[in-house]
Structures are given as C-alpha cells and as structure tokens.
T-cell receptor, first 115, second 114 residues
Framework: KAGVTQTPRYLIKTRGQQVTLSCSPISGHRSVSWYQQTPGQGLQFLFEYFSETQRNKGNFPGRFSGRQFSNSRSEMNVSTLELGDSALYLC??????????????FGPGTRLTVL | AQSVTQLDSQVPVFEEAPVELRCNYSSSVSVYLFWYVQYPNQGLQLLLKYLSGSTLVKGINGFEAEFNKSQTSFHLRKPSVHISDTAEYFCAVSGGNQGGKLIFGQGTELSVKP
C-alpha cells in the first residue's frame, strides 16, 4: 500500500502570497490531520478532517484553512503569507476519525519557505 | 488541557551504550501515549504506543517504554543504540475529547557517536 503523499515537497513563496498544499492519504483512510513543525514552536496541530468535515481545529489564525474532498484527499491553504509561516507542514492520515485513538501515518511533509 | 514535556533537548551517547529519553505529560483524563521518530528530511514514524494494559510496551527497532501513571511519565529506552538511531524523537499524547489530535513534546535529538 502506498503511504501518505504530500505535494509539493518544497515550496518558496514571498510575503503576502498565498499557498496551497496537497495531501493524499493512504487508500481507505478517511481522516486527515495537518501539523506545522517549526524549530521554535515544535509540532503543532492545525486541523483534522473526516468525511469532508472539519472535526477539530488548533489555535491558528483564520489565514490557515483546509478542506477535504470526497476521495479523502485534503488541501490546506495559507493566505497572506508571513515570514513566520516558514515551516515543515506534515499531513497524517488514519482509518477512522472517531474515538480518541486511531494510529496516524505521516507523510514526508512540505517544506515551505517564505521570503 | 494536555501537555507533554521532554526533559532533554539533546542526548549524545556512544554506540552500543544504553539510552533513556524522558517524557512527562499532564492530563486530567486518561490518555494514549506515543513515541515517534523523525529522520532528517522525513516525516514521523511511530515507534510505539501505550493504549491500555501492560505498562511496559515494546516497539520497533528494539525500543521500549514504560508508562508510569503515578509519575505521569512515559520514558523511552533502548539497551544498546546504533549509529542509525541518530534522529529526533517525539513524545505525544492524545485522548479525552481531543479526538485524534496529537499533542507533541518539543523533541529530543539523539546523537549516537562511534
């Protein structure tokens, strides 16, 4: 089975632009979560989608948004980029979205650099 | 609210020596606990998890961890490390009404020297 794939792997943008990152979960997985990883803040939860609905949301400004499609693929969008948005964005998928535990499988991440 | 503290940001160790990476958590509800490993330029890989039952859990690559509820700890151990264990290790917690959301510690960089 193919793992979680994320595209693109690397991205360079300038301040004020917007960006869209894509995540394809493992086949059959219905839940997709997004995390931001930075040296200063570590790994922080952005949001989780299950069956095209946002189930959970972290403490990020409204510039960060996401969506999930009927085939479970997910995208996240960041508008009006700031220098502090430079980070590794990780996507994780799991079989179900209900309950407190479902093993999450992580993709390799998208490295976003904002200049 | 849940939180995770990894007590050491960097742990240098010689090859074939034992290692312990420390993790403490706080939560007002029962939790699930995890250790993930991240190699350079890669995503996170699950090493092991504690859901319930035996407090000593064994994972991949010879790692094990012990859940201690009274000390709210979940330390990761390996009796003999290899150069290939050099990576960053993250302790994480989920549970309660958080759904699948993982709360991570700040990470411990394990550096294995020959």
């Amino acid at each position: 089975k193919a793992g979680v794939t994320q595209t693109p792997r690397y991205l360079i943008k300038t301040r004020g632009q917007q960006v869209t990152l894509s995540c394809s979960p493992i086949s059959g997985h219905r839940s997709v979560s997004w995390y931001q990883q930075t040296p200063g803040q570590g790994l922080q939860f952005l949001f989780e989608y299950f069956s095209e609905t946002q189930r959970n949301k972290g403490n990020f400004p409204g510039r960060f948004s996401g969506r999930q499609f009927s085939n479970s693929r997910s995208e996240m969008n960041v508008s009006t980029l700031e220098l502090g948005d430079s980070a590794l964005y990780l996507c994780a998928s799991s079989l179900e979205g209900t309950g407190a535990y479902n093993e999450q499988f992580f993709g390799p991440g998208t490295r976003l650099t904002v200049l | 609210a849940q939180s995770v503290t990894q007590l050491d940001s960097q742990v240098p160790v010689f090859e074939e020596a034992p290692v312990e990476l420390r993790c403490n958590y706080s939560s007002s509800v029962s939790v699930y606990l995890f250790w993930y490993v991240q190699y350079p330029n890669q995503g996170l890989q699950l090493l092991l998890k504690y859901l319930s039952g035996s407090t000593l859990v064994k994972g991949i690559n010879g790692f094990e961890a012990e859940f201690n509820k009274s000390q709210t700890s979940f330390h990761l151990r390996k009796p003999s490390v290899h150069i290939s264990d050099t990576a960053e290790y993250f302790c994480a917690v989920s549970g309660g009404n958080q759904g699948g959301k993982l709360i991570f510690g700040q990470g411990t960089e394990l550096s294995v020297k020959p």
